[in-house]
């Protein structure tokens, strides 16, 4: 036996241990991949994905997509060399340095949190919009967003419960809240009350000391007093606030005679103010392939997304400028009518 062939044979098991490293080691980057579209106008588990109460509610054969992305999940999950590169070639999807779409100690647990709490303000926010759209009064109000487990408010307080008193005293803003959980002796009861699903209740809440001060185990935002129940029943694994803009659309025709699409497919993406503007989203791209293949006719694209939007593989599918939920409505109803019309473009100026 050759010296070249020894050295060639310890050599190769050495190689392929290398590759075999290189291909399951973690790498410092998050990817992108077209995710599912799901009709909000339809039905998952034999109801209805938009649920309302004290309104007439109207459904048609049209669809109104939500599309999604599939990103590779924070840390500890791994990212491999193998992955990168099929992501890298591939014209659909994506890949993006770690530090550009995760904060360093962020965690799977903490990443799901913060999508649901923004599932529930864009929801919320969707809802506003669309009754503002059909000319109801909607009022502001401060309303729980999260409940941490096994906090003191767990079991008692929950997701969308408004808060209207606390200790007695109507509640106006966050602070009055804040500083009354405070100003709780410790070991000391608080009386809140709430009003869900239409009704007051009130519960008692015993805060605990938590970094340093008092806490229950919440998180506060900005909700609304809406004149009838609306709610949208989607899978808890997808958060996020891009799907304002079609909760919106979905919420309005739900709430109008005929159909809003013309009983076609309409997809789009894009987050939703309580103005009714539409805001930026990750993974553009992804979600126009996504959509396409779902057999979408129109997408409704945000303003500072156009640019990204044009560099994706549409296919026969119409791109959309959407700057705010009154002009995607419009531009809906235009095309149903003449798929030719005259609609805003990315590549207007």
């Known amino acids: 036996m050759t010296q070249r062939i020894v050295a060639g044979l310890i050599a190769a098991p050495l190689l392929v241990a290398l590759w075999w490293k290189a291909g399951t080691e973690g790498l410092p980057y998050v990817t992108y991949e077209p995710g599912l579209t799901l009709d909000v106008l339809a039905e998952t588990h034999g109801s209805e994905i938009i649920q309302v109460t004290g309104h007439k509610t109207y459904r048609d054969n049209g669809e109104l997509r939500m599309t999604t992305v599939y990103v590779s999940q924070p840390r500890p999950s791994k990212v491999t060399l193998f992955t990168l590169m099929h992501d890298w070639i591939s014209k659909e999807d994506a890949v993006y340095p770690y530090d550009a779409v995760y904060q360093q100690n962020e965690t799977p647990e903490q990443n799901q949190q913060e999508g649901a709490v923004d599932m529930v303000s864009s929801q919320d926010n969707a809802t506003a919009v669309a009754l503002h ?185 119409r791109l959309v400028k959407a700057t705010t939920m009154h002009d995607a409505v419009a531009s809906i109803e235009a095309w149903a009518k003449d798929h030719d019309a005259d609609l805003p473009s990315c590549t207007d100026k």
């Open 133 to 317: 759209e059909l000319g109801y009064d909607v009022k502001p109000a401060l309303e729980v967003l999260s409940v941490t487990k096994g906090a003191p408010a767990d079991g008692k307080l929950k997701v969308r419960d408004i808060i209207e008193k606390v200790g007695g005293v109507t509640v106006r803003q966050s602070d009055d809240l804040t500083n009354a959980i405070g100003n709780t002796p410790p070991g000391s009861s608080l009386p809140l009350t709430v009003r869900r699903d239409g009704k007051s209740v009130t519960v008692q809440v015993t805060p605990v000391e938590t970094d340093g001060s008092p806490k229950i185990g919440i998180q506060i935002g900005i909700g609304y007093v809406f004149p009838f129940q609306v709610s949208v029943k989607i899978d808890p694994n997808i958060g996020g606030p891009s799907a304002g803009l079609m909760f919106s659309l979905g919420i309005y025709d739900t709430l109008t005679p005929g159909s809003l699409t013309g009983g076609a497919i309409v997809a789009g993406t894009g987050t939703i103010d309580a103005k009714g503007h539409v805001g930026p989203i990750g993974g553009i791209q992804q979600k126009i392939v996504g959509a396409r293949d779902a057999g979408a006719q129109l997408f409704m694209v945000p303003p500072d997304n156009c640019s990204d939007a044009l560099q994706a593989p549409n296919g026969d599918m």
